[in-house]
């Protein structure tokens, strides 16, 4: 499988401020997404990012809220701006559709809590 | 309705128990079955991938799916404390589409 990471794996917010998240992957992708996974929840998919292109966002999420970049095929980013307690989570990113494998492989995880 | 549901336990068994977790969904269009195991601080990890219907067997590991009741289990044979995580069943109508996840089953497995 791929292996993925995420940076920072935590981090701790004051409200109003931005974080942006990082996510590297060892190989070329084709697909990589963005979950938000609270406590007790299921994971929640906040948008598919596209190489070269605008991501696609799930309904309940907006661009002004969580930008994301895809500048290449194993990189992504994703921002969480202006925040609120509301998105104290841990966010994951996932790839898929690598030349190994065709479901999805998570990274650790970014665990975010916001004062 | 939920796409997935998925009974959130907790559940506790003593080591060497048969455990079975189970996700019942809605969506007779999904094809690809998923589960996937996430220690305590630690990400989502796939253990075991499925295509319609049938069993899979992989060590201690038995994934079965019946598309006719819309029932997924996962079996663990012998289990360890190693296994205690919770584990999350996933599914999708394509490899191309969006997965739909389970809430997560809690498993602690008492030495």
């Known amino acids: 499988s791929a292996v993925i990471s995420q940076k920072p794996s935590r981090d701790i917010c004051q409200r109003g401020t931005s974080l942006t998240i990082q996510c590297q992957v060892d190989?070329?992708?084709?697909?990589m997404f963005w979950y938000r996974q609270q406590p007790g929840q299921s994971l929640t998919l906040i948008a598919t990012?596209?190489?070269?292109?605008?991501?696609?966002?799930e309904s309940g999420f907006v661009i002004d809220k969580f930008p994301i970049s895809r500048p290449n095929l194993t990189f992504s980013t994703l921002t969480v701006s202006n925040m609120s307690p509301e998105d104290s989570s841990i966010y994951l990113c996932?790839?898929?559709?690598?030349?190994?494998?065709?479901?999805?492989?998570f990274g650790p995880g970014t665990r975010l809590t916001v004062l | 309705q939920k796409e997935v549901e998925q009974d959130p336990g907790p559940l506790s068994v003593p080591e060497g128990a048969i455990v079975s977790l189970n996700c019942t969904y809605s969506?007779?269009?999904?094809?690809?079955f998923m589960w996937y195991r996430q220690y305590s601080r630690k990400g989502p990890e796939l253990l075991m991938y499925?295509?319609?219907?049938g069993n899979k067997e992989d060590g201690r590991f038995t994934a079965q799916v019946d598309k006719s009741s819309k029932y997924i289990s996962l079996f663990i044979r012998d289990s360890q404390p190693s296994d205690s995580a919770t584990y999350l069943c996933?599914?999708?109508?394509?490899?191309?589409?969006?997965?739909?996840f389970g809430t997560g089953t809690s498993l602690t497995v008492i030495p």
């Open positions: 996932s790839v898929a559709g690598t030349a190994r494998t065709d479901t999805q492989y």
């Open positions: 190989s070329q992708v084709t697909m």
């Open positions: 990012a596209n190489q070269g292109s605008e991501a696609t966002y």
């Open positions: 969506n007779s269009a999904f094809q690809y």
């Open positions: 499925t295509y319609s219907s």
């Open positions: 996933a599914m999708s109508e394509n490899t191309g589409n969006q997965f739909y």
